[in-house]
Every structure is written in C-alpha cells, then in structure tokens.
C-alpha cells in the first residue's frame, strides 16, 4: 500500500502546500512529509481527518493506494485488468 504517495497525489492535485495541508489537519509539516514519504504510517484517526481534508472518502484513499503486493497472487490477474477503470472512476474524487 502506498498510502503516503496517494495523498501527497491528492493534495497537490486540490492545490494545497504541504504546510497549509498539515495546518489544516492540524498536524505538523514534519509528520506530513514523513506520511507522504512512507516514512511515517499514520493512524486510522489520522488518515480520517486527512480524507476530511481532501473531501475524499476513506475507502477510495485506500483503493487508490493498493498496489499489487496487497493482492492475493491469485486475485492479482483480475486486480490488474479491473484497476485502471476502477482508479479512472475515483479520479473524480479529486
């Protein structure tokens, strides 16, 4: 899962700074970058508020950041054929 990369895609995407995003979550830009760098893994409490933040729901901050590691082997035939349809639709999300 690359959680921290989806968001920085989606915060840079909605036109915020890394520093007004972490003041806007009320976090500190020290912890979004280390999040967005898949440093830092944020809590479930934590990644609520950054998709409040984002006006992106929850499970499509998820979706978006599978990626093929997170797919049973045997599912991942399937995952790759659905996924660029799937992620075009969530695009509008953002």
């Known amino acids: 899962m690359d959680i921290g990369n989806t968001i920085k895609e989606i915060r840079t995407k909605k036109g915020l700074k890394q520093?007004?995003?972490?003041?806007?979550c009320s976090l500190t830009q020290a912890y979004v970058s280390?999040?967005?760098?898949?440093?830092?893994?944020?809590t479930l409490g934590v990644l609520k508020?950054?998709?409040?933040v984002l006006?992106?729901?929850?499970?499509v901050?998820?979706?978006?950041?599978?990626?093929l590691d997170?797919?049973?082997?045997?599912k991942q035939?399937?995952?790759q054929i659905i996924q660029p349809?799937?992620?075009g639709m969530i695009e509008s999300f953002f």
Not at 34 to 42: A, D, F, L, V
């Open 85 to 87: 349809s799937i992620k």
């Open 70 to 74: 997170d797919i049973d082997p045997k």
């Open 49 to 52: 508020i950054i998709a409040e």
């Open 77 to 79: 035939e399937a995952f």
């Open 55 to 59: 006006q992106t729901p929850l499970p």
């Open 34 to 42: 280390k999040i967005e760098s898949n440093r830092q893994e944020p």
């Open 19 to 24: 520093n007004e995003f972490a003041q806007k």
């Open 61 to 67: 901050l998820f979706f978006h950041s599978m990626t």
